[in-house]
């Protein structure tokens, strides 16, 4: 039979804010012991998933034609590779708190199935079960040209005795696919197609000749893109720290690296929640499951141009303890808790 952690008694928490001696890593043992379960509680961290594209130019065939023969201007003619930042995701993530590592005692060894650790001994329910929700690091894709404009060349292009008539030939053979696509939509033409459908793939083909023959003029664009993953754990404020560092020629850089521009990073507490003196610490009896109660610290990331995130998030690290009464977890009581195993919040109680 199913029974609750408290059933099983005896309920004892060791280590932790309130008894510092023996808060050792090397003992900390998670998940089943000879005496009961072991858990550790989180201190919080930022990690930022910088997504950065490195984009290749490669100039057209005809790229010094383009403004003669298309009227399109301010077409580049040198090869070129720069970098542009995509995105910015922010997360938190929790990893141990050397100072909070706790021990269900039991009288038997039935609560396995009871509680939910993550693999490095944080709590993530009790009575129930939740699934992983660690996001994953974007894998690295890449863009490739797949046009090639020169199969499209008619007899008369490739029989042009220079590069400048080659490029005119080109020129107006664009042109006429353009008008050969505004006479099917007027339906000037003398063998229309049959049905919508057919005339979207006449025009489909028409449109991905003009774009090959168009790239001849004005060049194509290559893009790699992949993430780079940075984070900070705060153990007090961080004032305009750097982060990260960022250059559209070089791309994503270390932080000690001058060639790039810094992103930066500040964390400060708002003191949101008051925090036990001595005298109280000292008072407190755990008879319960502890959890964290963090206090809000607001996190800022910002480069010398612009802020890219402002928010207020929690951080235990900041914060204090509280303690889960034994009275949800009686005989024939069914309470399942979720926590947050990034902050060792409570998420949600079920009775």
Not at 98 to 116: G, N, S
Not at 267 to 286: F, G, M, N, Y
Not at 314 to 334: C, H, M, R, S, Y
């Amino acid at each position: 039979m199913k029974k609750s952690i408290f059933s099983l008694l005896l309920l004892s928490m060791v280590n932790g804010q309130w008894s510092k001696a023996n808060a050792q890593v090397s003992d900390f043992r998670p998940g089943i012991v000879a005496d009961g379960v072991n858990y550790a509680l989180p201190r919080t961290g930022i990690r930022a998933d910088v997504t950065v594209h490195k984009i290749t130019y490669t100039p057209g065939e005809f790229s010094r034609y383009a403004e003669r023969y298309l009227h399109m201007q301010n077409v580049q003619t040198e090869a070129q590779t720069y970098y542009e930042i995509g995105s910015i995701n922010i997360y938190q993530y929790g990893e141990p708190d050397t100072l909070k590592y706790f021990t269900v005692k039991l009288k038997d060894k039935t609560i396995a199935p009871l509680l939910q650790l993550t693999d490095a001994g944080l709590i993530v329910a009790i009575n129930t079960n939740v699934p992983s929700s660690t996001p994953a690091v974007p894998r690295p894709t890449s863009t490739r040209n797949q046009l090639n404009g020169r199969q499209y060349f008619t007899s008369e292009i490739l029989a042009a005795a220079s590069s400048t008539k080659m490029a005119e030939l080109v020129a107006q053979e664009i042109m006429d696919i353009r008008e050969s696509k505004n006479a099917i939509r007027r339906g000037q033409v003398e063998s229309m197609p049959k049905d919508g459908a057919s005339m979207r793939i006449i025009l489909g083909e028409l449109d991905q000749q003009e774009a090959a023959l168009l790239q001849l003029f004005t060049g194509w664009r290559d893009t790699t893109t992949h993430t780079e993953s940075y984070s900070i754990m705060p153990d007090a404020d961080i004032q305009k720290t750097v982060f990260f560092r960022f250059s559209s020629k070089l791309g994503l850089l270390d932080d000690d690296d001058v060639a790039g521009a810094p992103y930066y990073i500040s964390i400060r507490d708002q003191h949101s929640v008051p925090l036990p003196t001595e005298a109280e610490l000292k008072k407190r009896k755990v008879g319960g499951i502890v959890y964290n109660m963090p206090s809000v610290a607001n996190v800022k990331i910002f480069s010398a141009k612009e802020t890219i995130y402002d928010r207020d998030l929690p951080f235990p690290q900041f914060g204090t303890l509280d303690v889960l009464a034994p009275t949800l977890f009686g005989k024939d009581a069914t309470t399942s808790v979720v926590f947050n195993p990034a902050t060792g919040t409570i998420q949600q109680i079920n009775k």
